[in-house]
């Protein structure tokens, strides 16, 4: 599990073939990777990745083929700035919301303005998704934990603050590009039980 707090970004230094699979670098000069075990999870822009081996300030994960077509991350080439945060421990503080790094669509940016001293970002999901996105709810975009302003449609806008235009990866966004979206996972779970009930109604 994640929060959706950026520690760090990283660059991406490998994507290598590997049996069919795909082994991903990232230098993560900007996390404590002493601290980070073989097979402890990542959040790479939204991904959830196991490390399966460390050199210098580089960590390497085994991505599939099906993670790499359903997320952004198959669009990156090397260099490619990403978001990063390292796996909740028991204890830790719990400043964004519960995150679980499993992918759900990619979206789409809209439109950039600027509001204030902040930016508003306009967002496109899947139409199957879009039920899921609330006003003032909880949505995970590139592993960030944002808050919604507005739902229309299939359409949601977010605030983006200097900090987080600066620390994360969403700063670089233009209108086009995909995203990483990770609906809340409380929705995910209230919409299943009420499907199951709908069902057994039937």
């Keep these: 599990m994640f929060t959706g707090i950026i520690v760090a970004t990283g660059r991406l230094t490998a994507l290598t073939e590997k049996g069919g699979d795909l082994e991903l670098g990232v230098d993560a000069a900007g996390l404590d990777l002493a601290a980070v075990r073989l ?11 196991t490390v399966t081996r460390k050199q210098g300030t580089e960590f390497f994960a085994d991505v599939s083929r099906e993670t790499m077509a359903k997320t952004t991350l198959g669009q990156l080439g090397l260099g490619s700035r990403v978001n ?14 519960l995150v679980s790094g499993h992918v759900d669509a990619v979206g789409r940016l809209v439109e950039v303005h600027a509001d204030a001293r902040s930016w508003r970002l306009v967002f496109e999901v899947p139409e199957q998704f879009a039920r ?4 003032k ?11 919604v302003n507005d739902v ?27 995203v990483n979206v990770e609906i809340d996972v409380i929705a995910r779970y209230i919409d299943r ?6 069902a057994s109604r039937q």
């Design 132 to 135: 899921f996105v609330a006003p």
């Design 137 to 147: 709810g909880s949505i995970c975009l590139n592993g960030v934990s944002l808050t």
């Design 39 to 49: 097979g402890d999870s990542i959040s790479v822009q939204g991904a959830c990745l």
């Design 193 to 198: 039980i009420l499907s199951a009930s709908a």
């Design 152 to 178: 229309r449609g299939r359409e949601f806008d977010v605030n983006i603050i200097p900090h987080t235009h600066r620390e994360t990866t969403l700063g670089e966004l233009q209108p086009g590009e995909g």
């Design 84 to 97: 990063l945060e390292p796996s909740l421990k028991a204890g830790d503080p719990l400043g964004g919301h």
